[in-house]
């Protein structure tokens, strides 16, 4: 599976157990790719980008929706 190319409306499908391995996952990908001294800045930028974008996903669509309207009394 392409960590990097999941969309939201994958990762909508999974469950909550599934979505924190996930992030496990991608967290360890994002790690070894910023490690990874021989692999060029330019080939892993968007790799890094994608990773990126992908736990932002996962952490947003895992948090609880509230409402960001004050209700008055």
């Known amino acids: 599976m ?3 190319k999941l969309k939201s409306e994958e990762i909508r499908g999974f469950d ?3 979505s924190v391995e996930l992030e496990h996952q991608v967290r360890r990908e994002l790690h ?3 490690m990874d ?4 800045a330019a080939r892993a ?3 890094i980008r994608g990773l990126k974008r992908t736990l932002a996903r996962l952490l947003t669509l895992r ?3 509230t ?3 004050v ?3």
């Open 71 to 73: 209700k008055r009394k």
């Open 32 to 34: 070894d790719a910023r």
């Open 45 to 47: 930028g968007g790799r």
């Open 63 to 65: 948090t609880p929706v």
């Open 37 to 40: 001294i021989y692999n060029p």
């Open 67 to 69: 409402s960001s309207v």
């Open 16 to 18: 909550t157990v599934r």
């Open 2 to 4: 392409d960590l990097h």
